[in-house]
């Protein structure tokens, strides 16, 4: 069956800027998560969600940063005012059911910052 | 914040040996996961072992667990150049906030053919 799938891949975007990231997660699965993998560095947990509320949110750095998942299917990442330190690999997971369970990840979106 | 730290950063060798990377962390654990990513993009779970496991096998991976030190460390056996790739551990922490994965910085591992 479709993995995570994540669009863009690539979004270059200037400094000031706002952008949205994609995630569609595997079906069926109701636990969401988002990462922030920078370079050389191992992902660090942004959101997650348990069906459409965000039940965590303590990872994301500041109020530039808001994700959605109005369906309890999709989800959009949002990043108001981007700055340089924004660039990053964002990844998207998904698991059946939250807890214990194995994230299954999507490819990421490589965002650069100009 | 980064919890754990894999060793070695990088690692090389030759086909048809073996890789052992290595994984200390710092707060007790529901599970340890094992993840490698290939150039840099999307993560590929490779197995889990929970904090009363010591050992589990799979395929030509073995995974060690010892909560004592706080550490867990990755065999692969007989490798292949197409396990070249970057491995990270991520601990699943004990308690309410068990699906927050911390992942360590990871071990960059290349198979010479």
């Known amino acids: 069956g479709a993995g995570v799938s994540q669009t863009p891949s690539n979004k270059v975007t200037e400094k000031g800027k706002y952008v949205e990231l994609r995630c569609d997660p595997i079906?069926?699965?109701?636990?969401l998560y988002w990462y922030r993998q920078s370079l050389g560095q191992g992902p660090e947990f942004l959101i997650y969600?348990?069906?459409?509320?965000?039940?965590?949110d303590s990872g994301l750095p500041n109020d530039r940063f808001f994700a959605v998942r109005p369906e309890g299917s999709v989800s959009t990442l949002k990043i108001q005012r981007t700055e340089r330190g924004d660039s990053a690999v964002y990844l998207c997971?998904?698991?059946?059911?939250?807890?214990?369970?194995?994230?299954?990840f999507g490819p990421g979106t490589r965002l650069l910052v100009l | 914040s980064q919890q754990g730290e894999e060793d070695p950063q990088a690692l090389s060798i030759q086909e048809g040996e073996n890789a052992t990377m290595n994984c200390s962390y710092k707060t007790s654990i529901n599970n340890l996961q094992w993840y490698r990513q290939n150039s840099g993009r999307g993560l590929v779970h490779l197995i889990l072992?929970?904090?009363?496991?010591r050992e589990k096998h799979s395929g030509r991976l073995r995974v060690t667990l010892d909560t004592s030190k706080k550490s867990s460390s990755l065999l692969i056996t007989a490798s292949r150049a197409a396990d070249t790739a970057s491995y990270f551990c991520?601990?699943?922490?004990?308690?309410?906030?068990?699906?927050?994965?911390?992942f360590g910085k990871g071990t960059k591992l290349s198979v010479i053919p």
């Open positions: 969600f348990q069906g459409t509320g965000a039940a965590d």
């Open positions: 991520a601990t699943a922490p004990l308690g309410a906030g068990s699906y927050q994965l911390t």
């Open positions: 072992i929970r904090s009363n496991e």
């Open positions: 997971a998904s698991s059946l059911e939250r807890g214990l369970g194995i994230q299954y």
């Open positions: 079906s069926g699965h109701t636990a």
